[in-house]
């Protein structure tokens, strides 16, 4: 179906191929995932599909692509449409017109399909995608994945072959995320599609693949059945690593498998305690943000409902819930420039030599100069703060918005230490070059750039809105180590999300919203465990055991335990 | 609206029963509603006189809510009144600053201060004294103007204007494009000005001048522009703008016949309005740039291999909506059975106006539009408020 000859890809101004002597072939009716991590050329390798590369990004391409017979050097994206239907990461940004219907109907009126087969198609497609109670309504009024559900169907009523999809899932919660896989599978199996499909969580996904092409990240590709690509992968789900630390061959994918596999693991961990995740702070940490009776409402319509929060010095707490259950509201408003419509939220002060204000603070009372002392924000575009050409400018600016204000501060800075933004950056993500646009930087740096810069107000409760949005399961490594760090320094951490998996790793504590109520606050172990939506795929696995990592996992496991002794 | 209810509880699986087979529920053809909008406010151009001008106003009040949809677009005719009713206030305000002196017949209101203008400049004064005649006129002036205005936005709340732009020829389908996703892509823009507005609070930058300017336009117009590439790659692998059988001898004739053509109806339409012109000049003119236009058009939809999704049909109801609005255009401008005199009574005289009957009952029957349309289409199920977490 889709052949890959001799391919590299060299973009304008690139000394080395993003993609080199890549050969591939994919044949009819595979469902065929594209694993690597961020800037391996994972988007590339898709967008050549439909020749989107090069005819639409620039660059060179060597070799040939053929899909379906047809070359892609002969045929620009717009020719292979009726072959070839693409999705995007974000589904808002392809809608054309404005309205179900008429976006599944807008690929059909280009391939001037005739009025009475275009309507049979849209039908069909309603049903076959579950959208039909939708029909009439307008595309921004639908969730995130109604939104996806529609774009796929929107490229599926040209009846293409071959279906793209550029991390489908990466802009939408489990539930949203479940709901366009299982439409993917089923156009797999029902359909005979053959999907080509990059996705960052994989755990969600390597259970339906019947291939996989790695990226290394060298510009080579490697293709093979799952379990076989898989042994050496430098990217894989949790299922994988525990699977490789247990030694099972072959790798199981499913968690249904797994746990098949994993009888002999669970006796031999039966009579073992698993160590924490994280270390338990050894005293618990002095309340540093107290929230009361927080109420946040839109037109009446109440986000937040009443909520009462305590965030503790040293505490790492991961605020979970579906889109819309009023996550952000209330980290926004706990931060002091959201609104809130009543409660009190008391911000501790800084530690002895902080500039920050010498009492306790309400945020939303301050000039956001101070709030910012007390709380920093990074919201889920970090690039919204970003306006400068350079990270040095950025940087700069920081400096000067936190300390340049008042020259006391700036002796504040030098005198209890309080680094500097370059400082912060260089220990959050090393080696970034002073002259990048900031817009060059991959997701993680971006975070961290951001982070640095609240961090030079040098905030003792910070709170990250959704920060694992689009980052690899390398940077969300990186993240953990970083809000590793910060809660060692004697701050408080939140980091909304709705990644169990980082969850399960990176927080003490969490809190899960619904409707803008708190309906769970606990350890994580407990709060995780308990619901099977929720647990991480290492739980799910060795359950009853309360296990929720494979690190736990190997320092458990006998042999390595002694080993590190 | 008692008539639009049966509709909205689910029409395919029950027909409406007192409704009969062609008042099944449905939208009208955008360009009906257009063309009845269009000849309203012709009709309206005819006439300063208050009365007809209230009633043009409550026909269009009465139509826009018996016949508008549930959808975004149908609920700006309030604006349009508002906007009407600002015409009216600037026009009278206007007459009164820059007075036109008092004839003595003249009914003296107030004054207001005068301020004296050089010799070259005779021709207009500022304040003095100021008439109710003047006021009087000034209102119904300025009314004239609102009530074409509300035609205007009467057409835009009953006829979705994206389907309005689909029934352009082939050949003119990219600027319909174009503009379609331009209106789609505002609101956009607006939320990402909101929502970097409230992301630069995180950072207390400056929020005066032009630095906080800067911070909130440089990342918003890198988001737009992120955002309008990701969509030209989503239309371009979704094969718009695919190769249709042009040539490029046909391009070139298409453009010669359009250029042609264009040249004709201007010079048609000179020749018609100026009395002093040659009368070869008038019909004949504007016939054969039409004609030019058209092959024009045909010409160069040819080129482009399209079809168009659940085209809106065109049917009795169509027709009768677009002729009663053309009708009551046409008898303002008849003169048949009425002084056109009262179209346009003096307001020197400063009587009640008199309410010629032929025309009133030509605006009425425009408003039989409201009843003869049939009711709009299938009401979506309201959409479930989504929070504004996003936001």
């Known amino acids: ?565 | 609206m008692a008539r639009t209810r049966p509709s909205a509880t689910g029409p395919a699986a029950a027909p409406a029963p007192d409704t009969g087979g062609r008042r099944l529920p449905r939208t009208l053809h955008p360009v009906a509603w257009w063309i009845w909008a269009l000849a309203l406010a012709t009709a309206v151009s005819r006439t300063n006189n208050p009365l007809l001008l209230f009633l043009v106003l409550a026909v269009l009040g009465y139509v826009v809510t018996v016949r508008r949809t549930e959808a975004p677009w149908a609920r700006g005719f309030v604006y349009y009144l508002y906007l009407a009713l600002t015409v009216v206030t600037i026009r009278v305000a206007f007459r009164a600053v820059f007075a036109t002196g008092m004839r003595p017949s003249d009914h003296y209101l107030f004054s207001l201060p005068h301020i004296p203008t050089p010799d070259w400049y005779a021709g207009i004064q500022l304040g003095g004294p100021v008439s109710l005649e003047a006021l009087l006129s000034a209102a119904t002036d300025g009314l004239r103007l609102a009530c074409m205005l509300c035609c205007i936005g009467a057409a835009n709340t009953l006829a979705n204007p994206k389907r309005a732009l689909r029934v352009l020829p082939g050949a003119l389908y990219e600027l319909g494009v174009a503009v379609t996703v331009s209106i789609s892509v505002a609101p956009q823009l607006v939320q990402s000005v909101q929502r970097v507005a409230r992301a630069r609070r995180l950072r207390a930058g400056s929020r005066k001048g032009l630095r906080a300017l800067r911070g909130i336009v440089v990342p918003v117009l890198e988001d737009a522009l992120e955002r309008s590439l990701r969509l030209a790659a989503a239309m371009d692998s979704r094969g718009y703008g695919r190769a249709g059988s042009a040539t490029p001898r046909s391009r070139r004739l298409t453009g010669a016949l359009m250029l042609l053509g264009m040249c004709g109806l201007c010079a048609g339409a000179y020749g018609l309005l100026d009395p002093s012109a040659p009368t070869l000049l008038g019909l004949p003119a504007l016939a054969a740039g039409s004609l030019l236009c058209l092959g024009g058009l045909r010409l160069g939809g040819r080129r482009v291999t399209r079809t168009t999704y659940r085209p809106d049909p065109w049917r009795f109801a169509d027709w009768a909506v677009a002729s009663c609005g053309v009708l009551s255009a046409v008898l303002l401008f008849v003169n048949v059975g009425y002084d056109p005199a009262e179209l346009n009574p003096f307001i020197e005289r400063l009587s009640w106006p008199t309410l010629p009957i032929v025309p009133a009952a030509a605006i009425l029957l425009a408003g039989a539009a409201g009843f003869l349309a049939p009711p709009p289409g299938p009401t979506t199920p309201h959409a479930v408020r989504r929070t504004e977490e996003a936001a």
């Open chain 1, 1 to 565: 179906m889709i052949t890959f000859d001799q391919v590299s890809v060299v973009y304008d101004g690139a000394d080395r191929p993003v993609l080199r002597d890549v050969n591939l072939s994919v044949d009819e009716g595979e469902l065929c995932l594209v694993v690597g991590h961020t800037g391996v050329g994972k988007s590339t390798l898709l967008g050549a599909v439909n020749g989107l590369v090069p005819h639409f990004t620039g660059g060179t391409l060597y070799g040939s692509v053929t899909v379906d017979g047809r070359d892609t050097a002969d045929h620009p994206p717009r020719e292979l449409a009726d072959v070839v239907g693409v999705v995007g990461q974000d589904p808002l940004d392809g809608f054309v017109t404005d309205t179900v219907e008429e976006e599944l109907a807008y690929s059909m009126e280009q391939l001037a399909i005739t009025p009475a087969v275009m309507r049979k198609r849209v039908e069909e497609t309603l049903d076959l995608l579950g959208l039909a109670d939708l029909r009439h309504r307008a595309l921004h009024e639908l969730s995130g994945g109604q939104q996806q559900r529609v774009a796929i169907g929107s490229v599926l009523t040209a009846h293409p072959r071959v279906l793209v999809l550029d991390e489908p899932t990466s802009a939408l919660d489990p539930t949203a995320a479940e709901e366009v896989l299982a439409a993917v599978t089923r156009l797999v199996h029902d359909l005979g599609v053959t999907v080509l499909l990059a996705e960052h969580r994989l755990e969600r996904v390597v259970q339906y693949a019947d291939r996989v092409i790695h990226l290394p990240g060298d510009g080579l590709v490697v293709a093979g059945e799952p379990s076989e690509v898989f042994e050496a992968s430098s990217i894989a789900p949790p299922i994988v690593e525990l699977g490789r630390a247990a030694g099972w061959s072959p790798l199981p994918l499913s968690v249904r498998d797994a746990r098949r596999a994993a009888r002999p693991l669970r006796t031999a961990l039966a009579g073992v305690t698993p160590a924490p995740v994280r270390p338990a702070p050894a005293a618990p940490g002095a309340d540093l943000l107290t929230a009361r009776g927080v109420t946040v409402a839109y037109r009446g319509v109440p986000a937040v409902r009443e909520v009462d929060l305590g965030l503790r010095a040293g505490e790492v707490t991961a605020l979970m819930g579906r889109n819309g259950s009023g996550k952000s509201s209330l980290l926004w408003t706990l931060q002091g420039s959201g609104p809130r419509t009543s409660g009190t939220v008391r911000v501790a002060p800084g530690g002895p030599g902080a500039a920050g204000p010498s009492k306790d603070g309400d945020p939303k009372k301050l000039p956001a100069a101070e709030a910012r002392r007390l709380v920093g924000l990074v919201p889920q575009t970090p690039t919204d703060l970003l306006y400068l050409e350079s990270v040095e400018q950025e940087l700069d600016q920081a400096d000067a918005e936190s300390w340049g204000g008042s020259s006391s501060g700036a002796e504040g800075a030098d005198g209890a230490g309080a680094p500097s933004a370059r400082a912060l950056l260089d220990r959050l993500a090393p080696g970034i070059d002073g002259a990048t646009h900031p817009r060059d930087l991959s997701e993680g740096q971006k975070l961290a750039l951001v982070l640095a810069i609240q961090l030079t107000a040098a905030p003792r409760v910070l709170l990250l809105d959704e920060p694992t949005r689009g980052l690899d399961y390398r940077a969300k490594t990186q993240l953990i180590a970083i809000v590793d760090e910060l809660a060692g320094e004697g701050r408080s951490v939140v980091v909304s999300t709705h990644d169990v998996e980082f969850a399960a790793r990176a927080a003490d504590r969490v809190v899960v919203l619904a409707e803008g109520d708190i309906v769970a606050d606990g350890p994580t172990a407990e709060v995780i465990v308990a619901s099977p939506v929720f647990a991480p795929q290492v739980a799910k696995i060795l359950s009853p055991l309360p296990y929720l990592t494979v690190s736990q996992v190997t320092s458990a496991l006998p042999g390595n335990g002694e080993e590190d002794a």
